[in-house]
Nanobody, 124 residues
């Protein structure tokens, strides 16, 4: 599976962005897809994940209620809708795919495939 993240940019605090993660390859629908972010000088953090069939999602506490993940398996694409953005959301955002059990999907080391990252900058 090859992943390509897009949709990043510069936005003012309180604004919104939608990131996309387009996948190529077979059986995309068999992968859980997660979003992670890494701010400059900091470790990579889990943002959220969506299950294979799209029925379940889970989010980091820092984005819960503001971010939402969805997927369109017919288009091999996963979306990260980000609302009420804060300067603390500034980071490079990565999508990644895994077949690991749902309980382990918050940990980046369980992901086999990663996109190249898209940069999000939130100005105050």
């Amino acid at each position: 599976v090859q992943l390509q993240a897009s949709g990043g940019g510069l936005v003012q605090a309180g604004g919104s962005l939608r990131l996309s993660c387009a996948a190529s390859g077979d059986n995309f629908r068999t992968y859980n897809v997660g979003w992670f972010r890494q701010a400059q000088g900091k470790q990579r953090d889990f943002v959220g994940v969506i299950a294979r069939a799209g029925g379940s999602t889970r989010y980091a506490d820092s984005v819960k209620g503001r971010f939402a993940i969805s997927r369109d398996n017919a288009k091999n694409t996963v979306y990260l809708q980000m609302n009420s953005l804060e300067p603390e959301d500034t980071a490079v955002y990565y999508c990644a795919a895994t077949r690991v059990i749902w309980g382990a999907t918050m940990r980046g080391e369980h992901y086999n495939y990663w996109g190249q990252g898209t940069e999000v900058t939130v100005s105050s």
